[in-house]
């Protein structure tokens, strides 16, 4: 499987989060990969997953579906 070079990655977070803790995901576009991360462990596990994986969780998400789980 191909990996990403994440070292590199400019994460950022939803502006819907805040900053009192809350329970929170970081993404970021790293050579056309989505990279997920835990906002509170910056340097825990990732997940990487690609780009269209990416768009149909979003567009799940979106649509109020929970069968892409």
Request: glycine share 8%.
């Amino acid at each position: 499987m191909i990996s990403p070079d994440i070292s590199r990655a400019v994460w950022r977070k939803s502006s819907r989060s805040s900053d009192n803790g809350g329970q929170c995901v970081e993404v970021a576009k790293v050579d056309g990969w989505a990279a997920i991360r835990d906002s509170k462990n910056q340097d825990g596990p990732v997940i990487v997953v690609s780009r269209h994986e990416w768009l149909a969780f979003r567009a799940a998400l979106a649509a109020g579906r929970d069968d892409s789980i």
